[in-house]
């Protein structure tokens, strides 16, 4: 059973029915949470591939989120055609100048969509800027906190998937640098990162 409910600028949650009156001929349409934020531009979309990985090789996506910005609800996910896993780390290290600039890509398309808060510093002045753009493959990516590890156990030429997705939902601090690094396990493999994410304007 769903209870679909309607929260006001008071906090106060309204019964929808009250809210509705079909018999007038209104429609019921129901939401998910993240179709919500996509319909109101604020979800995004990245990636970054890899067709030449070989074993123990990795593929990283790298950021750093925004001092009192929006907070960012974020779901990785990646594929591989052999095998290998993928880390969330939380304040890890990297090469500043480093890496290749790769657009964030709103996924509102309708009139100008508006900008990701998500930093990246391949200019060392300032260190971390705001351009719309996240790092890919950045040099010396090490340290930081493993929030969680994801594996695909693959057979060549059988692609593997894995994600962070609906209730791995992760919500990042402000101000922290973050990284999404996939490594190989055996050679001749190939393995895409796909981040997709929500910046929000409260904590829940």
Same mark, same amino acid.
């Given at each position: 059973?769903?209870?679909?409910?309607?929260?006001?600028?008071?906090?106060?949650?309204?019964?929808?029915?009250?809210?509705?009156?079909?018999?007038?001929?209104?429609?019921?349409?129901?939401?998910?949470?993240?179709?919500?934020?996509?319909?109101?531009?604020?979800?995004?979309?990245?990636?970054?591939?890899?067709? =030449?990985?070989? $074993? =123990?090789?990795?593929?990283?996506?790298? @950021?750093?989120?925004?001092?009192?910005?929006?907070?960012?609800?974020?779901?990785?996910?990646?594929?591989?055609?052999?095998?290998?896993?993928?880390?969330?780390?939380?304040?890890?290290? +990297?090469?500043?100048?480093?890496?290749?600039?790769?657009?964030?890509?709103?996924?509102?398309?309708?009139?100008?969509?508006?900008?990701?808060?998500?930093?990246?510093? $391949?200019?060392?002045?300032?260190?971390?800027?705001?351009?719309?753009?996240?790092?890919?493959?950045?040099?010396?990516?090490? &340290?930081?906190?493993?929030?969680?590890?994801?594996?695909? +156990?693959?057979?060549?030429?059988?692609?593997?998937?894995? &994600?962070?997705?609906?209730?791995?939902? @992760?919500?990042?601090?402000?101000?922290?640098?973050?990284?999404?690094?996939?490594?190989?396990?055996?050679?001749?493999?190939?393995?895409?990162?796909?981040?997709?994410?929500?910046?929000?304007?409260?904590?829940?």
């Amino acid at each position: 059973m769903i209870r679909v409910i309607f929260r006001g600028k008071d906090g106060i949650d309204y019964p929808i029915d009250s809210l509705l009156n079909l018999s007038m001929g209104g429609r019921l349409t129901i939401l998910t949470s993240a179709e919500h934020e996509a319909h109101e531009g604020h979800a995004f979309t990245t990636g970054a591939a890899d067709i =030449t990985l070989a $074993d =123990t090789e990795t593929l990283n996506i790298a @950021f750093r989120t925004c001092e009192h910005a929006h907070k960012v609800h974020l779901y990785p996910e990646f594929t591989t055609l052999v095998g290998g896993y993928c880390d969330l780390l939380e304040a890890p290290t +990297w090469d500043t100048g480093s890496g290749v600039l790769t657009n964030i890509i709103n996924r509102k398309r309708s009139r100008t969509p508006i900008q990701s808060d998500l930093e990246q510093d $391949d200019s060392a002045t300032p260190v971390f800027v705001k351009t719309n753009q996240v790092l890919t493959n950045v040099d010396n990516l090490a &340290g930081g906190t493993i929030l969680c590890r994801r594996y695909a +156990w693959g057979e060549k030429g059988k692609v593997e998937a894995g &994600g962070f997705r609906a209730e791995n939902e @992760f919500l990042l601090r402000e101000d922290t640098q973050y990284a999404v690094r996939f490594t190989a396990i055996g050679a001749n493999n190939t393995a895409q990162i796909v981040l997709n994410w929500i910046e929000h304007g409260e904590e829940e």
